[in-house]
C-alpha cells in the first residue's frame, strides 16, 4: 500500500484517477469535520466535494516534503471559510436552533451528555471548535495542526486548553440549564 504522499505525488504528477485512493480514505473524515463545524448534511458534503476539486487545481502545490493530512485539511479550512465569506455569514451565526433539534433528532440514541456537548460544542467560536475538531475527533497530532494552521505546536496547545476550557464553561452553563 502506498502512503498518501506518494499517491498524491502521483497525483500531483498528472495521474488524477489515484486521487480516488485518496478520496475512499478521507470523504467520510472530511465529512465529519465539516458536519461538525456547521450542523448541514448537504453543506457537509459539498465543501467535501469542493476539497477533492480543490486537491486536483492545486496538486502541483504539494511537493512531497510536508505530510498529506495537513495539507488536506489546510485545503479543508480554506473552502469552509471561502463558503461562509461568499454568503457572508459567520460560521456561528449559521447553527439555529432548528438546526440543533435536527442533530438531535439524528442522535435519538445518545446520553444527554452527549446532546449537552454536542450544543456546547456549537456555542464555541469557529477557531475554537475548529481546533478541538481536529486535534479529539479528527485524532491529528498537535504538529499536525500546527501545519494546517501555519503556527508553532505551542501555539496550538494554548488554543487546545482555551478552547477546552471555553467548551467546559459553555456545557456547564447548560448543564444549570436543565
Not at 19 to 41: A, P, T
Not at 58 to 82: E, H, L, T
Not at 117 to 131: H, T
Not at 160 to 167: C, D, E, F, Q
Request: hydrophobic share 35%.
Amino acid at each position: 500500500m502506498q502512503k498518501d504522499e506518494q499517491v498524491m505525488m502521483d497525483v500531483a504528477s498528472g495521474d488524477i484517477g489515484k486521487l480516488s485512493i485518496l478520496f475512499e480514505k478521507y470523504h467520510v473524515r472530511l465529512y465529519n469535520f465539516f458536519y461538525k463545524m456547521n450542523y448541514n448534511q448537504p453543506l457537509s458534503e459539498d465543501l467535501t466535494q469542493n476539497v477533492f476539486e480543490r486537491i486536483i487545481k492545486y496538486k502541483s502545490s504539494f511537493d512531497g516534503s510536508n505530510a498529506f493530512i495537513p495539507w488536506m485539511f489546510r485545503i479543508a479550512r480554506n473552502v469552509n471559510a471561502d463558503h461562509f465569506k461568499s454568503v457572508k455569514i459567520k460560521i456561528s451565526d449559521n447553527v439555529e436552533v432548528q438546526q440543533l433539534d435536527k442533530v438531535e433528532e439524528s442522535y435519538d440514541n445518545l446520553s444527554d451528555q452527549k446532546y449537552l456537548l454536542k450544543c456546547a460544542m456549537s456555542k464555541l467560536s469557529d477557531d475554537y471548535r475548529e481546533v478541538l475538531l481536529m486535534t479529539r475527533f479528527q485524532g491529528l497530532k498537535y504538529s499536525e495542526v500546527a501545519d494546517v494552521l501555519q503556527c508553532t505546536e505551542s501555539n496550538v496547545k494554548i488554543r487546545v486548553y482555551r478552547a477546552i476550557k471555553a467548551l467546559r464553561k459553555e456545557y456547564s452553563k447548560l448543564e444549570t440549564a436543565n
